[in-house]
């Protein structure tokens, strides 16, 4: 039986090259589409709080979106970045004398041209060599410190741009949860929307014939629950080269090395949040946390199988999405926390 572990192992074991064939891109894509259809949930829970923007979006049939830097804890898919290999992997051929290398290595220079371009390396090669081993120490030296500040600064600007690359909303299989409804639906005052994303797989257009999907240009996924964060740290080393190149009016022939890795970081949480029972739907942006790109997207045309009122919501805010319940012909419900139960436990009644 596919479970979600079993999707996430897979999407961790599975990379999406920029130069695959289109072919067999396609065969992983629609293996993951048939994973994720297979395993979504019928019912997935949203939690708002109860303000003006919220109420326009359920009328509106819409569904929001948000850029990670939005989220509310800080440490939110955060990723790990192997400072010291990275600074290590720099200087490390720093014992050689590469020019030197280069110019007398035949089968060398062969393998460093088809990985970096012959441009990069002619250009390398034609450089002087050391000319003494103090001159080659005193290089390493200034290099090092060198290389330290700026994977420092890079580390830094990559973080900023991996939390920039997607749009993201955030659900969970749960609606019963005490702590949910006090973290996320303003201390029970707000209230849980039902949607099931399982047909969204799948939509009729206006068009006869014409299937259409949710997910063609975003991804639902399961969040994995860890002590470990996931590991960034080639993306971070692949960048550097390729900044290194683009400075130097060059292209690296290197590919990028997943396309399915801009997903693969935002479905890493701490151990401490498992019970929020997480899915997340992933639309990529781009990787420019300068641009002027709005922080927020919505699904449009979508419509909650049910509204969950929280148990200390106010009137005024009751009776608003009791009109709109009426409105949009969407059940509609009251969570309570039972009195007369032993056990702390919430429990919905109709309205």
Not at 121 to 138: C, D, Q, R
Not at 211 to 223: G, M, N, Q, R, S
Request: hydrophobic share 35%; net charge negative.
């Amino acid at each position: 039986m596919r479970t979600k572990e079993h999707l996430i192992n897979f999407l961790l074991e599975t990379e999406i090259p920029d130069d695959l064939e289109s072919k067999e891109e396609s065969k992983i894509v629609s293996k993951i589409f048939k994973y994720c259809l297979d395993i979504t949930p019928d019912n997935l829970y949203r939690y708002r709080t109860c303000n003006e923007r919220n109420f326009q979006t359920l009328l509106e049939d819409k569904f929001l979106l948000t850029k990670p830097t939005l989220f509310n804890d800080p440490y939110d898919s955060l990723l790990y970045i192997n400072r010291d290999k990275i600074i290590s992997d720099l200087t490390k051929n720093q014992e050689d004398d590469i020019v030197e290398k280069l110019q007398n290595d035949a089968q060398f220079k062969e393998e460093q041209t088809q990985l970096l371009g012959k441009d990069f390396v002619e250009k390398y090669a034609n450089l002087e060599p050391f000319k003494s081993s103090t001159e080659k120490e005193i290089f390493k030296t200034a290099a090092e410190k060198i290389y330290t500040k700026f994977v420092d600064q890079l580390i830094d600007e990559s973080l900023k741009s991996m939390r920039q690359s997607s749009l993201v909303a955030c659900l969970s299989e749960d609606f019963e949860s005490i702590l949910m409804w006090s973290h996320y639906a303003d201390n029970h005052r707000g209230f849980v929307l039902n949607y099931d994303f399982k047909s969204r797989y799948s939509i009729k257009t206006k068009i006869p014939g014409v299937i259409a999907t949710e997910f063609a240009d975003k991804k639902l996924f399961p969040v994995r629950y860890s002590d470990e964060r996931f590991d960034a740290t080639y993306y971070v080393e692949f960048h550097f080269i390729d900044n290194y190149f683009r400075s130097m009016g060059l292209k690296l022939n290197k590919p990028f090395f997943d396309k399915l890795f801009y997903y693969k970081i935002l479905l890493f949480k701490s151990t401490n949040w498992a019970y929020e029972k997480e899915w997340r739907i992933i639309s990529q942006t781009n990787l420019n946390y300068n641009d002027e790109k709005p922080n927020v997207n919505f699904i449009t045309d979508i419509k909650p199988k049910e509204i969950l009122l929280g148990s200390k919501i106010s009137n005024e805010d009751r009776y608003k999405l009791l009109k709109i319940s009426e409105q949009k012909e969407i059940p509609i419900y009251q969570m309570n926390l039972e009195p007369f139960e032993k056990e702390y436990k919430l429990t919905k009644t109709s309205i």
